[in-house]
């Protein structure tokens, strides 16, 4: 191709957002799998864009039609299992797809407590939290990224800050009681191979790995939220084995004390005001040493270093 002649470079098409909502009513205590998916496909689509040949173009209505097909004829079960499911029929019926990415968002619901117990039938969506999933596949290798976002999380002490450098536009005042608050998104990568086999229990591992970040936010006495971010990835990682870094997304949401002097009040860390902006958003990956990278199965996952 001569120099300056113009040409398409990646690409990839698909359905965004297909809201799927799975109900397993084998017996009268109903299940409930709440999701948004999103399938792209990538591979030798090019003259689809180029001379408007659509002969390769599997229409994104019949991804969407995949998406609801398969879960009546496999079930959902969890997201990762799901998308891998449908991310390996698009790759491995239509020769000219060499992979693609599959993404979804689930929605937790909670049993209605009737009388002490839980109903049969009846949900109520249990907070803003959302888990998510990512399966990318490059011909033969398939990488499963799992998270979770909005999870908004507070504690009222057991927070410090100082010890930072100070200029002439420091204001800052140091503290050693703050409260420190964030909405933690968070993506983990299994590493490839380690979860093969289809007898991984994805479900179990993303709760492992939820408790795991919740608790490490509990426990650890913040100096930072910077430390706090690393602690929570290196306890995910020390205990599970099958994740190879973790990335982490966390605004600090700022609680400012209140001056109620002017009252004649004191106020020793009780009444705060929670400013939505500015706020620090402090990002990090947590890596293993001697870990392969896999920058490929990050490609798509917009918003982090
Ligand atoms: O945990 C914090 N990290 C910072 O980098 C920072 N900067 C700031 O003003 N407050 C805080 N808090």
Redesign the pocket.
Known sequence: MPPGEIRLGANQYGKAEVRLVRVTRDTAVHEIEDLNVTSQLRGDFTTAYTEGDNASVVATDTQKNTVYGFAKEHGVGSPEAFLTTLGRHFVDEFAWVSGGRWAAEQYAWERIAVDGQPHDHAFVRSGREVRTAVVQIHGDTTHVLAGLQDCTVLKSTG?E?HG?PRDRFTT?VETDD?I?ATSITAWWRYRPGATDGGGTDWNDLYAGIRDTILATFARVH???????MFEAGRAVLEAFPAVAEMKMSCP?K?HFLVDLEPFGLENPGEVFYAADRPY?L?EATIEREGEPAAPEAWATVPGFC
């Open positions: 927070s800050f930072f800052l703050r420190l913040s100096l930072a939220l910077q430390q706090t600090n700022h620090g402090i």
